[in-house]
């Protein structure tokens, strides 16, 4: 998708347009027979009115299976008005009834046609000048560089996507280097879009600096260039037997962060299941010890209760016990009395 710059339009040819009316009037209005814009940019449209005359209104209308709706109108009364429904696509760069011109934001397929403008003039009727919107896609190409089976030999491939088909041109910056075995391939897209890729085979004996460049055109619009350097054959050849310090510094790395994370992941494993078994003692060993309490505790519990039945049967058998020993009253008077 290409960026958005403001407005931004190519103007393709410039003309002059005769209108014709039904009085046979005729006047000149300098326009664009078509602009090229690029998708979801903004393409400016513009007429002229080269001579002087009376008009009371510009009128702008877009054509479509053709049927022309106006989308929006210039007058010194009402001022610029566009019309319902259009109010997010279009709005007026320059107002005038001599001069005039729209800016259509944000191009989709929907907006590519034709546009026409009317001087509304009185009492000699309308000038009506036509231009046509023709939109493109470009995205930037792709480069791949790789080298071949045969010695100093490059196969270079070069992809871009863009509608209408883009052209695809491959370029070198090393003179004495030359591009061979050219094959061009183009794919549709589901989107109205075109894929083409370019593939050459480049031969010589090349310096460090050299690169090779891949261009992508559509129509008159600018071209989108991409520039990569030729790989070296020893990092070449290192990538492909693995044998690259980076790729082997990269490697060591990774391993020992491995190992790091194994070790690190083990240790908190050891430490959990080691204060696991810690807490599980803890609790084994507070259990032993409230049994012991526990059963103090209901010896001590029994034994009160049995010293208080004992000490209240103890009153009772001690009166009794006393009762016995003790003789009557008349049984101490006689003992005495005999004394």
């Known amino acids: 998708m290409m960026p958005r710059f403001g407005v931004t339009c190519y103007y393709v040819t410039t003309v002059l347009i005769f209108g014709v009316f039904d009085k046979a009037l005729t006047a000149v209005i300098q326009t664009q027979q078509t ?9 400016e449209v513009s007429c002229q009115l080269l001579e002087p005359k009376d008009v009371v209104q510009v009128t702008w209308q877009k054509t479509s299976n053709n049927v022309e709706t106006n989308v ?10 566009v019309n319902d429904g259009f109010t997010d696509k279009f709005e007026f760069k320059h107002t005038g009834l001599q001069n005039c011109s729209i800016v259509i934001k944000n191009l989709t ?21 036509r231009t046509c919107l023709q939109l493109y896609e470009l ?24 509608r209408p088909a883009p ?23 589901t989107n109205a879009t075109f894929t083409v890729t370019t593939t050459a085979v480049l031969s010589g004996s090349r310096n460090n600096s050299t690169q090779v460049g891949c261009a992508a055109r559509v129509l008159s619009a600018p071209h989108r260039e991409v520039m990569v350097m030729i790989p ?21 790395s990774v391993t020992l962060s491995s190992v790091v ?13 080691r204060k696991k078994s810690q807490n599980s003692l ?5 259990q032993l010890n409230e049994t012991p309490e526990t059963a103090n505790r209901d010896t001590e519990e029994t034994d009160t209760q049995e010293y208080r039945e004992v000490r209240q049967e103890t009153p009772e058998r001690t009166q009794q016990n006393y009762n016995q020993v003790l003789p009557s009253a008349p049984a101490r008077r006689l003992i005495f009395d005999e004394n």
């Open 261 to 273: 994370l194994v070790l690190g992941v083990a240790v908190l494993i050891f430490v959990w299941l």
């Open 167 to 189: 052209t695809v041109t491959l370029s070198v910056s090393q003179q004495d280097l030359n591009f061979s075995q050219y094959n061009t391939v183009s794919v549709s897209n």
């Open 72 to 81: 929006a109108t210039y007058s010194k009364d009402f001022g610029q008005r």
């Open 282 to 286: 803890s609790h084994m060993a507070i």
């Open 35 to 43: 602009v090229l814009a690029g998708m979801r940019e903004d393409a």
């Open 139 to 162: 995205h930037e190409p792709v480069v791949d560089v790789r080298q071949s089976n045969s010695t100093e030999e490059w196969v270079v491939s070069c992809s871009a996507t863009g």
């Open 232 to 252: 070296d054959d020893d990092d070449d050849l290192d990538e492909k037997s693995g044998s690259n310090p980076r790729n082997l510094g990269i490697r060591i």
């Open 109 to 129: 397929e929907e907006d590519e046609g034709c546009y026409r403008c009317l001087f509304n003039t009185y009492p000699e009727g309308a000038f009506i000048g």
